[in-house]
């Protein structure tokens, strides 16, 4: 059995997850997945090499590499855990106690309520931007296969959010002029009642009554690490990155309470995508050919995605004039021993899926009592124990892979 455990980053905890029914006591709330996705295609090293023809091949190599014989593997194919964080509640909107009048604090209190950030990230670096190596130099984008970025977030198996990106076809000349490329947006759905705001454990809903101005963005971060012909190592380097920042009014939403967007033709997209990425450098991989003679080649390309989805919002005016109320609410929860008693729990996997031929990262985020046996089960993934084990090198006994 062989799992790799590595321990992520920390991520901000979204505690609007518990919800409190009439008598007070908290109720256990749904667990939230994500699945990040890595999208690959032949289409981008056609459309590339058509740029090519288009500019007279003033870089003639590209018509070499077609039979290129070597081919990356996709390395991973099976589950790995990103991490099991025990992460204690941190009530990022817990009562302000600063001498002050209550007015005051209940507005520092709130506001503090009103944003919420989740990182979301590859479990192990994916050895595939192109899909063979190039024996041209370390920026050859001959091959280049990938294609974009996804996310989807879902409650009970509804969809609350999903965003799905792919490189811009219109710009495909950057890649050959500039090495750069760019994404558009292909597919929106935010369902607002189910974002991660407010972000606290006194109220346990969005609602656009009490909260105005939501705001939803998404950043994605490309980064890598390679090796030039002199030996030396470029570790973790950001190549570029990308924002989408999306406003949610009620007035957006349509009869089933969400925000989709579709992007239709060749027309401008809705929402705009800024930003740009250099394209991945190859790692040099020298090699003797069947003649035993030495030459100059580099590889397929290693890169992972960061991706950051931000939640904000203001204070609605109904919500402020009625504050003495929700003043009130917030002291009797906090009396409640349970209150931050409370243990959270994130575990991700990553696979290759060959018949849609993208990576997929998914995401469970829950209260520790919910990391059950079945939850493990559906990622294919150990125990918590059984992961810690197996990173130490000490045989769990668990099923094999």
């Known amino acids: 059995m062989r799992y ?16 409190q029914n009439s008598t007070g006591t908290l109720q256990r709330a749904n667990v939230s997945r994500y699945e990040t996705f890595i999208y690959t295609s032949d289409k981008v090293d056609v459309l590339i090499r058509n740029e090519y023809k288009k500019q007279e091949g003033t870089r003639g190599y590209l018509d070499d590499l077609l039979n290129a014989s070597l081919n990356a593997g996709k390395g991973m194919a099976g589950g790995y855990v990103a991490s099991f964080i025990d992460m204690g509640v941190n009530v990022v909107a817990s009562l302000i106690t600063q001498s002050a009048n209550n007015k005051i604090k209940w507005e520092e209190t709130v506001k503090a309520e009103n944003a919420y950030q989740e990182m979301l990230t590859t479990v192990e670096p994916i050895n595939n ?54 994404l558009s947006l292909d597919t929106l759905i935010i369902d607002p009642y189910h974002c991660n705001l407010p972000n606290s454990s006194f109220d346990a809903e969005f609602s656009f009554e009490r909260r105005q101005d939501l705001q939803i963005t998404v950043e994605i971060r490309l980064i890598s690490s390679w090796i030039n012909e002199l030996t030396q190592m470029q570790k973790n380097q950001e190549l570029g990155a990308f924002v989408i920042s999306v406003p949610v009014a009620q007035s957006d939403l349509d009869g089933s309470g969400k925000l989709r967007y579709v992007r239709t033709g060749d027309g401008p997209a809705k929402y705009g995508i800024s930003g740009e990425s250099f394209i991945v450098p190859r790692s040099y991989m020298g090699y003797r050919d069947e003649e035993n003679k030495y030459k100059n080649s580099w590889g397929t390309g290693d890169y992972k995605i960061e991706l950051s989805l931000k939640e904000t919002c203001n204070i609605a005016d109904a919500y402020r004039k009625d504050w003495k109320n929700d003043w009130k609410r917030r002291q009797d929860a906090e009396n409640d021993e349970n209150f931050m008693r409370r243990s959270w729990k994130m575990i991700s996997s990553q696979r290759w899926d060959a018949i849609s031929r993208q990576w997929v990262i998914t995401t469970l985020k829950a209260p520790a009592d ?27 006994g668990g099923k094999k892979k």
């Not at 918590?384 to 000490?394: D, L, Q, V």
Request: charged residues 15%.
């Open 129 to 182: 931007f192109y899909s063979t190596p190039s024996f041209d130099g370390p920026m050859d984008p001959a091959g280049m296969n990938f294609n974009g970025i996804g996310c989807l977030r879902t409650i009970e198996g509804d969809t609350v959010f999903y965003i799905s990106c792919h490189i811009d076809p219109a710009k495909i000349s950057r890649i050959v002029n500039h090495s750069k490329f760019e």
């Open 370 to 396: 919910m990391i059950t046996g079945d939850l493990l089960d559906e990622l294919n993934l150990p125990s918590p124990s059984a992961a810690k084990n197996a990173g130490s090198g000490t045989s769990t």
């Open 4 to 19: 790799l455990v590595i321990i992520a980053a920390m991520m901000l905890v979204a505690l609007g997850s518990y919800s």
